[in-house]
Structure formats: C-alpha cells, structure tokens
C-alpha cells in the first residue's frame, strides 16, 4: 500500500455501501486475483465523470467492466463508455455485470488493442482512463493528450507502482510509469495532479 494500511481502511469505512453487483465483481477480482481499481478509485472515476460532464469516455484496458461501471454510472443520459480488451471472455463478463447494473445501453465494448482501437476511432473524447500494460502507457499517454479537447480529461492508474517510482534500479514497467508522469508534467497544455490513492491516480485536465 501507498499509505498507511488504517487510513486505507478508514477511508473504505467512510464509502457508502456498494451495489450487490459490485460487490460481486470485487469478489471475482479477489478470487481470480484480476487486477481492478477497487472502490476508492472507482468511486473517483465516477466522481470525474459527474463533474466534468464528460460524455464520451474511452478506456484504454477494460478487463471485465469494473472500472467501467464506476464511469458508466456518472455519465449523462445518452453518454457512452468506449471499453477496450483484447480478451473475449473478458467482454462477456463484462457485458453481463454491465447489463445486470442497468449499465450496458452506455457501453460500447470492443476487442482488439486498446492503442490500435483508439487511434482507428473517429469519435472524440471528453475523458480517457489509461489502465493497460505498463510498458504501453507512455504511448498511451501521449495518444490521450493529443486528442482531448481544451477542458478534456485523462485519468491514469497505478501512477505511483506499488511504490516502486522512488526505487533504485528500476525496473522496464517502473520506468514507463516514470516516463509517462514525466510527459504528464511537462505537457504545458494540461494541468496534472498525482493522488496518492491506492496505488496511484494522475488526473490532467486540457487548460
């Protein structure tokens, strides 16, 4: 953990209590030992969403739709997620919890890669969530910087690695953390802040 292991639990006492369907891909995640955003990061997506007005998200790295549900519930009537995986099996999962939360009419789920799907859609966003192999997200980060609109927002997890962004000898995912904050920084078109939250959330905003 990032921060100290009471003030994570204090913060998940201070959450309301989730949606069964939630709860149930949490339990997935747990059991198959998937990597999702969990509550606290969830709950900051949906946050993002609702206050920006973004009305077209793309998510780069979907896996079976957690992150995506957060982001689908803070969307505006007529809004739409557009989910990345290359994973079939991954999408059916998805689509079934998406369905089973009243989500799915906003979501648009495809298969392939998540940089080659983004960079062959026509569509413009008003937020992308970057959540894919770290090795991928400088190129992420720069493709989400070059297509969002002035007010437009790019969210990244795992920011922070486990920590591992202050180790020596770091290792190729570290360093490609360590590269796309250093894009995130210096790209005088956006205004980026790193929260400390679970393993690490940037939130750059198009000025």
């Given at each position: 953990?990032?921060?100290?292991?009471?003030?994570?639990?204090?913060l998940?006492?201070?959450t309301p209590p989730?949606?069964?369907?939630?709860l149930?891909?949490e339990?997935l995640?747990?059991?198959?030992?998937?990597?999702?955003?969990?509550?606290?990061?969830?709950?900051?997506?949906?946050?993002l969403?609702?206050?920006?007005?973004a009305?077209?998200?793309?998510?780069?790295?979907?896996?079976?739709?957690?992150?995506?549900?957060?982001m689908?519930?803070?969307l505006p009537?007529?809004?739409?997620?557009?989910c990345?995986?290359?994973?079939?099996?991954?999408?059916?999962?998805?689509m079934?919890?998406?369905?089973?939360?009243?989500?799915?009419d906003?979501?648009?789920?495809?298969?392939g890669?998540a940089?080659?799907t983004?960079?062959?859609?026509?569509?413009?966003?008003d937020?992308v969530?970057?959540?894919?192999?770290k090795?991928?997200?400088?190129?992420?980060?720069?493709?989400?910087?070059?297509r969002?609109?002035?007010?437009?927002l790019?969210?990244?997890?795992?920011?922070?690695?486990?920590?591992?962004?202050?180790?020596?000898?770091?290792?190729?995912?570290?360093?490609?953390?360590l590269?796309a904050?250093?894009?995130?920084f210096?790209?005088?078109?956006?205004r980026?802040?790193?929260?400390?939250l679970?393993y690490?959330v940037?939130?750059?905003?198009?000025?």
């Amino acid at each position: 953990m990032i921060i100290d292991p009471k003030i994570e639990e204090y913060l998940h006492k201070q959450t309301p209590p989730a949606d069964p369907i939630f709860l149930e891909m949490e339990r997935l995640a747990a059991l198959t030992g998937f990597p999702i955003v969990g509550p606290l990061v969830g709950s900051l997506l949906e946050l993002l969403v609702r206050a920006s007005g973004a009305r077209t998200v793309f998510e780069m790295g979907s896996g079976f739709g957690y992150s995506a549900a957060w982001m689908a519930r803070g969307l505006p009537d007529g809004g739409r997620i557009l989910c990345t995986d290359r994973s079939e099996d991954n999408k059916r999962r998805a689509m079934d919890f998406l369905a089973r939360a009243g989500l799915a009419d906003r979501v648009d789920y495809r298969i392939g890669d998540a940089l080659d799907t983004f960079h062959h859609w026509t569509g413009s966003p008003d937020m992308v969530f970057v959540d894919l192999e770290k090795g991928h997200y400088p190129a992420a980060i720069r493709a989400g910087l070059e297509r969002l609109p002035r007010g437009g927002l790019l969210a990244a997890d795992n920011m922070l690695w486990f920590g591992r962004v202050i180790e020596d000898g770091a290792d190729a995912e570290t360093k490609s953390v360590l590269e796309a904050t250093r894009l995130l920084f210096a790209d005088v078109r956006y205004r980026t802040v790193l929260l400390p939250l679970r393993y690490g959330v940037s939130v750059s905003v198009r000025i």
